[in-house]
């Protein structure tokens, strides 16, 4: 007989489940006790968040890949607390011998070398300017940045050699950061993405559990933006029969917040993320899980995930062009255009040497 589900307060995942591209095996609750909590132990404890320190010896990652507008990122962190049941980041935990599901939101690491090791890669000879992007795989204001601050250490890294940099969060606490930012946007250094899948905020609180509240990140935008720093609205990703119904509005809220533009990205479901999501929609949308899978697989070739460049970022078929015939309608109404002009590379100055930091 299957085991029950083991459902805890504030988090993404339902299960842990192990990688079978790896020979992971699901990480489960004992047996035993499964069958005895209900009369001795009642509801399992909160899950808490473990942090371990990582020493990598380089912090940008390179990509060549032609459907992304950056060609350079940094992680500050592995592993995101917001646990967003639809992260296609969560393959890379089994790298660690982790699961993609509670351990991908649960079991983190961070980088508090970051900014040094970035001061050393910008100082290399030969080094060739382009924006560096954070928040491309999990998201550099996560809870645990609170503390540990790498994230804002990066950005003072950058703010010295006037490096350009694109951020995309769903936090506000990425305001936090204001000064630098807008220092930097003055000189046309800098841009924002804020991510907001759902202005409902049970639904929110459901896809994404630990992020901030979607009025939360509108204020964020209204607060970039009269900053002067060019900040646009992530509407990412779209998930049939439960955000997708929201576009316009999402679109018209964007706008009132005084955001540049607006992007969408269908749902990707990459490897172990697609047997996480159903297991979710089985947990929290039994109603319509059949549904859900039957238009994600329309506009995925029939299949859970497009790992194709191009198609894999906007979709195929006929949902995906309706998704596109709409947005694009609503952009028009709200006077969003596309994004913004490109970010400086002509100031950047290296970082001074260990020599010069004497003087």
């Known amino acids: 007989m299957a085991k029950p589900l083991v459902k805890r307060a504030i988090r993404g995942a339902t299960v842990n489940t192990g990688s079978r591209r790896f020979n992971l095996p699901e990480r489960e609750a004992d047996g035993d006790w499964l069958d005895a909590q209900g009369e001795i132990d009642g509801a399992p404890a909160p899950l808490r968040t473990s942090v371990t320190v990582e020493t990598p010896r380089t912090i940008i990652t390179r990509n060549s890949s032609p459907d992304v507008f950056f060609d350079r990122s940094i992680n500050p962190y592995r592993g995101c607390e917001h646990g967003c049941i639809y992260c296609f980041a969560r393959p890379t935990h089994a790298y660690h011998d982790l699961s993609p ?12 070398q970051a900014a040094e090791l970035l001061r050393a890669e910008l100082r290399k000879p030969g080094y060739v ?17 609170r503390d540990w601050r790498i994230t804002r250490a990066i950005i003072e890294v950058l703010a010295e050699t006037r ?45 994404e559990p630990r992020a901030p509240h979607p009025e939360r990140r509108l204020r964020a ?20 029969s439960i955000t997708d119904h929201e576009l316009e509005h999402l679109v018209e809220r964007a706008a009132e917040a005084g955001a540049k533009s607006c992007f969408f990205i269908p749902v990707r479901l990459p490897h172990e993320v697609a047997p996480l999501f159903r297991a979710w929609l089985d947990a929290h949308f039994p109603d319509r899980a059949g549904k859900v899978m039957a238009i994600i697989q329309s506009l995925r070739g029939g299949r859970d995930n497009d790992p194709d460049f191009f198609t894999r970022m906007q979709g195929a078929g006929p949902w995906a062009e309706l998704m ?4 694009r309608i609503a952009c028009r109404k709200h006077g969003l255009g596309n994004r913004g002009a490109p970010l400086r590379t002509d100031l950047f100055r290296p970082p001074a040497g260990p020599q010069g930091e004497l003087f």
């Open 101 to 112: 599901g509670l351990d991908f939101e649960s079991r983190l690491f961070a980088k508090p």
């Open 129 to 145: 300017v382009a924006p560096i992007a954070l928040g491309t795989n999990t998201d550099p204001y996560q809870p645990i940045e």
């Open 163 to 207: 490096h350009p940099l694109t951020i995309t969060t769903k936090s506000d606490r990425v305001t936090r950061d204001i000064d630098l930012l807008s220092a930097m946007a003055a000189e046309g250094l800098a841009g924002v993405a804020m991510s907001i899948t759902s202005l409902d905020p049970t639904i929110a609180a459901t896809i």
């Open 221 to 240: 935008v209204r607060m970039l933006a009269d900053a002067g720093i060019p900040v646009y609205v992530s509407i990412a990703p779209v998930i049939p």
């Open 324 to 327: 596109r015939t709409r947005f």
